[in-house]
């Protein structure tokens, strides 16, 4: 009778803290997320307005951020420890043989292991869907802001002063000026996209407009992912708005080829993938060996002669991850990641990534866009690095690979059905899905 007494007191008390830690953990996760897509925003505008922004200011901010990922992020998977543990004792090991330390590199890869693990871990679909449009939601209004009222958002949001006290800008990189947008928010040729709507390219809450037209890639791609669901309808407009926003020509681009290779995403093997971007950079390095190229326009094909002018002036230590270099290699993805990582490292966490097990066959389709993403802006840019647009990107990877996502038909049902096998009680059940064989598993 005493331990009936004692029963009901208890079971409350465990449900009450399951439920207070489920929703101390959604909170962290839209606070990380959230802060990581806005939080130089409001730097800026604290910068603007109130006291001068440091670049130690914005480092305290992302430790913040990814400090508050991570304590979602850690639970009793030994796998997330494990690669936490590689990871740093390899790029410790670097740092040893080169004689000083990049935390930087630390940081770039911090983020996609512990915002992945972070949607990993929450699995819960409808909190990825409800950033996703909130998100949206605040870039377009801030972009409206800025395009239609360019004056009031300037006293705000001076956004070229906020990066001249970083120390981003210099003062002869903008001419003497100390208030405006961006460098690159004036394109100084006609608007590729839409053209009568002037040279401002606009930026949100980016401050810089090339995350804004990449943001609006990962957007169309949560869209075409998620079938069934009502409010990607909503997204499409929303992520074409963006890349047109920031004349981002790579954005409608990538957002085109992901539609595209929609129905071709089940049966590209992840061999493919894999050797996909070494292959580009081999060919890349080759050409920019050959033809002695010292980089070339704002053009896709100039961007491509920057990449192979700037891998061919690579040292080998360099290449090898055990020398530094003071070269620019921003403008060249590849470069920049096998500068901070090494010819081991590179292939070792893009593998990592590309054979990464998903809970269901649907989960694929998500999955090689974003490879398809990362491949394709590591020719031009190492921006998919940065915490503002990388928070949600691979906190909905790591949501899609451990969700159940219910199967949706594709152009490949409707031209090849699945052959079907009598069950047991002689009912006709389709076979497994085939897409499993481009490596996801039940």
Same mark, same amino acid.
């Given at each position: 009778?005493?331990?009936?007494?004692?029963?009901?007191?208890?079971?409350?008390?465990?449900?009450?803290?399951?439920?207070?830690?489920?929703?101390?953990?959604?909170?962290?996760?839209?606070?990380? %997320?959230?802060?990581?897509?806005?939080?130089?925003?409001?730097?800026?505008?604290?910068?603007?307005?109130?006291?001068?922004?440091?670049?130690?200011?914005?480092?305290?901010?992302?430790?913040?951020?990814?400090?508050?990922?991570?304590?979602?992020?850690?639970?009793?998977?030994?796998?997330?420890?494990?690669?936490?543990?590689?990871?740093?004792?390899?790029?410790?090991?670097?740092?040893?043989?080169?004689?000083?330390?990049?935390?930087?590199?630390?940081?770039?890869?911090?983020?996609?292991? %512990?915002?992945?693990?972070?949607?990993?871990?929450?699995?819960?679909?409808?909190?990825?869907?409800?950033?996703?449009?909130?998100?949206?939601?605040? %870039?377009?209004?801030?972009?409206?802001?800025?395009?239609?009222?360019?004056?009031?958002?300037?006293?705000?949001?001076?956004?070229?002063?906020?990066?001249?006290?970083?120390?981003?800008?210099?003062?002869?990189?903008?001419?003497?000026? !100390?208030?405006?947008?961006?460098?690159?928010?004036?394109?100084?040729? $006609?608007?590729?996209?839409? /053209?009568?709507?002037?040279?401002?390219?606009?930026?949100?809450?980016?401050?810089?407009?090339?995350?804004?037209?990449?943001?609006?890639?990962?957007?169309?791609?949560?869209?075409?992912?998620?079938?069934?669901?009502?409010?990607?309808?909503?997204?499409?407009?929303?992520?074409?708005?963006?890349?047109?926003?920031?004349?981002?020509?790579?954005?409608?681009?990538?957002?085109?080829?992901?539609?595209?290779?929609?129905?071709?995403?089940?049966?590209?093997?992840?061999?493919?993938?894999?050797?996909?971007?070494?292959?580009?950079?081999?060919?890349?390095?080759?050409?920019?060996?050959?033809?002695? !190229?010292?980089?070339?326009?704002?053009?896709?094909?100039?961007?491509?002669?920057?990449?192979?002018?700037?891998?061919?002036?690579?040292?080998?230590?360099?290449?090898?991850?055990?020398?530094?270099?003071?070269?620019?290699?921003?403008?060249?993805?590849?470069?920049?990641?096998?500068?901070?990582?090494?010819?081991?490292?590179?292939?070792?966490?893009?593998?990592?990534?590309?054979?990464?097990?998903?809970?269901?066959?649907?989960?694929?389709?998500?999955?090689?866009?974003?490879?398809?993403?990362?491949?394709?802006?590591?020719?031009?840019?190492?921006?998919?690095?940065?915490?503002?647009?990388?928070?949600?990107?691979?906190?909905?990877?790591?949501?899609?690979?451990?969700?159940?996502?219910?199967?949706?038909?594709?152009?490949?049902?409707?031209?090849? /059905?699945?052959?079907?096998? $009598?069950?047991?009680?002689?009912?006709?059940?389709?076979?497994?899905?085939?897409?499993?064989?481009?490596?996801?598993?039940?």
């Amino acid at each position: 009778m005493a331990i009936a007494s004692i029963e009901p007191s208890i079971e409350p008390k465990h449900d009450t803290d399951e439920t207070f830690l489920s929703g101390f953990l959604r909170f962290c996760a839209i606070s990380s %997320v959230m802060g990581g897509l806005v939080f130089n925003f409001f730097l800026c505008f604290v910068n603007t307005r109130v006291m001068g922004i440091r670049d130690s200011h914005v480092m305290l901010m992302e430790l913040a951020i990814i400090g508050t990922a991570l304590l979602v992020a850690a639970d009793r998977r030994a796998g997330f420890y494990l690669v936490l543990g590689i990871f740093t004792t390899y790029m410790i090991f670097l740092f040893t043989l080169r004689g000083q330390n990049d935390l930087k590199a630390l940081r770039d890869i911090l983020i996609p292991i %512990v915002f992945f693990a972070m949607g990993s871990r929450l699995r819960d679909i409808r909190l990825a869907d409800r950033l996703v449009v909130w998100s949206a939601a605040i %870039v377009l209004a801030f972009a409206c802001f800025e395009y239609f009222l360019l004056d009031i958002y300037l006293e705000w949001f001076n956004v070229l002063g906020y990066y001249i006290s970083r120390g981003t800008v210099s003062l002869a990189e903008s001419f003497g000026a !100390t208030k405006g947008l961006f460098i690159s928010g004036l394109r100084p040729e $006609p608007r590729t996209i839409l /053209p009568f709507l002037g040279q401002h390219r606009v930026s949100s809450v980016f401050l810089e407009p090339v995350s804004m037209g990449n943001f609006g890639a990962l957007i169309f791609a949560w869209a075409l992912f998620r079938r069934g669901w009502s409010g990607r309808w909503l997204l499409f407009p929303a992520a074409i708005a963006m890349t047109v926003f920031a004349d981002a020509r790579f954005g409608l681009f990538t957002c085109i080829l992901m539609a595209v290779l929609t129905p071709f995403y089940r049966i590209i093997p992840r061999t493919v993938w894999l050797v996909m971007p070494l292959f580009i950079l081999a060919v890349i390095g080759a050409y920019g060996l050959s033809s002695g !190229t010292h980089g070339g326009d704002n053009s896709l094909s100039g961007r491509l002669e920057a990449t192979a002018a700037i891998l061919s002036k690579l040292p080998l230590g360099v290449v090898a991850g055990v020398e530094t270099t003071d070269g620019f290699t921003a403008d060249s993805g590849m470069a920049y990641t096998l500068t901070k990582f090494g010819l081991i490292g590179f292939p070792a966490l893009w593998a990592l990534f590309v054979f990464q097990p998903l809970r269901s066959a649907r989960a694929w389709d998500f999955h090689s866009m974003m490879i398809l993403y990362l491949i394709l802006i590591m020719v031009i840019s190492n921006s998919f690095f940065s915490i503002k647009t990388a928070a949600l990107m691979w906190f909905l990877t790591g949501t899609a690979a451990a969700v159940s996502v219910p199967k949706a038909k594709s152009l490949w049902d409707w031209l090849a /059905p699945a052959p079907q096998r $009598p069950s047991s009680a002689g009912h006709l059940v389709p076979s497994a899905e085939r897409s499993r064989s481009a490596g996801s598993r039940p």
